[in-house]
């Protein structure tokens, strides 16, 4: 066998298996991360009503929802939807709507950006770690919560059942 066609087929089977072993704990890990984030915003928001309260009505500007109203919800939101991605429970579906809650979190708020909201999108320094979840969120919306889920083991016993797509039809 010619040298490049087993340097080709060496690295192929390296990527092959970091993919297959790597990819799902690099994915937990993310999910994870982000679900902490997350997380621990909603802690702080639930131990300090008052404070929540004051800054729904004094600084955060969330559009078509009453101050009040958006601080309860958003309190809730951090609190309950992080452990559906931390879990892997339907990831991808939650992951798209943190993914539009923490741009409606980021626009809410005129403090994170400083030189201005198209300055501050493009720049790396001005709300950082909104651009950072952003991106895990995006991950898990693209290439799902990987194997090490809740949503990929009830597939795996989905599929051990004979069920697909969602109907109690065998698989041929």
Known sequence: ??????????YARGTDWLAAWLGP??????RIWVALAFWHAGVVKFEDPMGTLFLFNVMYHV????????????????????WFIAFGLLARPFALFLFVY?????????????????ISLFNTSDFADH???????????AWGP???????????????LGLRGGTREPAP
């Open 102 to 118: 923490n741009i409606i979190a980021f626009a809410s708020f005129p403090g994170l950006w400083p030189h201005g909201f198209w």
């Open 131 to 141: 651009k950072i979840w952003g991106l895990m969120l995006l991950v898990v919306i």
């Open 146 to 160: 990987g194997r090490l889920s809740l949503d990929a083991l009830f597939m795996r016993i989905g599929k051990t």
């Open 63 to 82: 559009p078509l929802l009453p101050p009040d109203f958006a601080a309860v919800l958003s309190t809730w939101i951090e609190l309950i939807v992080p």
């Open 1 to 10: 066998m010619p040298l490049m066609q087993c340097l080709h087929d060496e």
């Open 25 to 30: 704990i690099t994915l937990l890990f993310l």
